[in-house]
């Protein structure tokens, strides 16, 4: 193998979808480690590494479990097979696309839900939340804290303080999928009860891990259910202790994890974590690239999806195309120029806009010089119509 020095990446188009994102050359290097034994005394404190450093990200000193997928799944299954029992209620606070995987998630595992639906652009608004929960008891509130497909940023910090004070026995769980690492969250402070999150966004790695952390709450709930777990692979009966064994120093087995992600996350992390800039730096960053591409969309004359800054997440960008223009009026163009962003997912308006990611390396490592490449090629195609 090469060594990390003489390691880079081959020459490739920039990479602005809301992920995969661009992943950094110590992190694909990490990634060709040589094949290592997942039982083995040199990958055990990686791995276990790898649980503490998940935590820092989310602020959850406490929370006992953070959980690596050993297969490529979403990790709503997580949450809908342990957590809620066939026959329980489950609100889901709908802000995209993802509300509706959620939904269908939980229903497959029997849940009852019910959606709190906010208009597009929006989030759904603290005095609806309350009168549901007034309403009916539920077992779990769940929300995107950034939908993917509208670039909509949910309050967490607001939607967990009014669960705790309107229904304290219900769980709060919270999809990071495109937030972690890339917009403000503390899990602890906050009193989120599950983050779920997965390796290709903010956390700057190659896709393949979904990533898991429950509070002790949470794992309360767990181990009080009456039911069977509906799932074996998903099930935190068979994943806690193989948990609880890697982060003590110990190997245990239940599912062949995926070692070498796991090298290129321990690389990811211990960058985001343990080198400059560190987390709160790193928000700071995500905050100025990201004003930095909403500047010059509105200076283009281009309407972002989230109707007002409050909704709007610091990873990403949702931009409606001007009257009479299509994906394929710019996606290809943007694309020429070497810039690939994606098209719109949310179905109701999916061909009316684009989506730019700007998490991790693309945001914080400003010497790449990735935030300035975008702003020139939107210019550029957008001055042109
Ligand atoms: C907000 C959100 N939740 C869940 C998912 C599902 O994650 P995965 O595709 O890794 O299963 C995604 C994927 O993009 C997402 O953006």
């Known amino acids: 193998m090469t060594s990390l020095a003489e390691f880079k990446q081959a020459p490739h188009k920039l990479l602005v979808i809301p992920g995969p994102i661009e992943v950094a050359d110590e992190v694909l290097y990490a990634n060709a480690h040589p094949s290592m034994s997942h039982v083995s005394p040199d990958f055990v404190p990686v791995f276990g590494d790898c649980l503490r450093m998940t935590r820092h990200v989310v602020s959850a000193r406490r929370a006992p479990l953070s959980n ?136 700057g790695v190659p896709p393949g891990l979904s990533i898991l952390v429950a509070s002790p709450k949470a794992i309360k709930v767990f181990e009080s259910r009456t039911a069977p777990v509906g799932s074996y692979y998903a099930s935190w009966k068979k994943w806690l202790p193989i948990m609880r064994a890697y982060e003590s120093g110990k190997p245990a087995y239940f599912a062949t994890p995926p070692v070498n992600l796991i090298y290129a996350y321990h690389a990811s992390l211990t960058t985001i974590t343990k080198k400059a800039p560190l987390l709160e730096e790193r928000f700071q960053l995500h905050r100025a690239a990201s004003q930095q591409i909403k500047d010059t969309a509105a200076a283009l004359g281009l309407k972002q999806l989230a109707l007002n800054p409050a909704f709007a997440a610091t990873g990403m960008t949702a931009l409606y195309f001007p009257a009479g223009v299509t994906a394929a009026d710019v996606l290809p163009k943007l694309g020429a120029k070497g810039i690939i962003a994606a098209g719109g997912l949310h179905a109701a308006i999916k061909d009316t806009y684009f989506r730019i990611g700007h998490m991790g390396i693309t945001a914080v490592d400003e010497t790449r010089g990735d935030i300035q490449r975008v702003t020139t090629a939107l210019n550029e195609v957008f001055a042109a119509k």
């Open 68 to 203: 690596f997928a050993s297969e490529k799944s979403s990790c709503p299954r997580k949450v809908a097979a342990n957590l809620v029992q066939p026959g329980e209620n489950a609100l889901v606070l709908h802000s995209g696309y993802f509300g509706d995987s959620f939904t269908e998630c939980l229903e497959t595992y029997g849940a009852k839900v019910d959606q709190l639906k906010a208009e597009i652009g929006a989030a759904v608004s603290q005095e609806a939340i309350e009168s549901a929960l007034k309403a009916k008891k539920y077992r779990i509130v769940t929300f995107t804290h950034v939908d993917t497909s509208t670039a909509v940023l949910s309050d967490a910090k607001a939607i967990a303080a009014t669960v705790k004070r309107v229904s304290p026995d219900t769980l709060v769980i919270l999809d990071g999928v495109c937030s972690v690492a890339s917009e403000e969250l503390r899990m602890d402070a906050w009193g989120i009860d599950v983050v779920l999150t997965a390796s290709q966004k903010g956390l």
